[in-house]
């Protein structure tokens, strides 16, 4: 249960946060209207490869990953969306497309847009379609030490 490791893990390290039950929403401007919460407040995990790597790139739900700058940013040849059948197996229990964003969880590096740094809070899925947690993002970054970088550009 992906929850009740995510849950844990803060308890273990005294962490505030709030978790959320909602209507199944499978993409992100339908669970940022199902929980309230504003696109660009509402963060989302994209899982790329970077030079055939495995990574987790987080950004507001209203952006998306330009590769370009992604590539540039992190400094590798190649930066590019990961396929499902690449990571699937990768997290236990989790939903696809659900997976919370604590890549250090699961062996794996984290970016985090700097469009998200001057948040208060994070949200994000909690590894189902159906749940959310919100915690300090001071709290998030502390934990997951991700690399912050320019990435993200407004959704068309």
Do not use: W
């Not at 946060?17 to 199902?34: G, I, K, Q």
């Not at 950004?59 to 590769?67: A, E, G, I, N, Y």
């Not at 984290?110 to 379609?129: C, K, M």
């Not at 959310?132 to 993002?137: D, G, I, Q």
């Amino acid at each position: 249960m992906p929850i009740r490791m995510l849950r844990e893990f803060l308890d273990a390290h005294n962490v505030k946060y709030v978790t959320m039950t909602h209507s199944p929403a499978y993409t992100a401007p339908e669970l940022a209207h199902s929980v309230h919460v504003p696109g660009k407040s509402l963060a989302k995990t994209v899982m790329v490869k970077l030079d055939g790597e495995m990574a987790m790139a987080v950004l507001p739900s209203s952006h998306q990953v330009d590769f370009g700058l992604l590539r540039r940013a992190a400094g590798v040849e190649r930066a590019e969306l990961a396929n499902e059948s690449e990571f699937r197996d990768r997290f236990a229990g989790c939903e696809i497309g659900a997976m919370p964003p604590f890549g250090n969880l699961y062996g794996m590096r984290v970016f985090v847009a700097d469009s998200l740094v001057d948040a208060d809070e994070i949200v994000f899925n909690a590894g189902y379609h159906t749940e959310v947690m919100r915690l300090a993002f001071a709290d998030f970054e502390r934990l997951v030490r991700p690399t912050v970088l320019r990435f993200a550009t407004l959704a068309a």
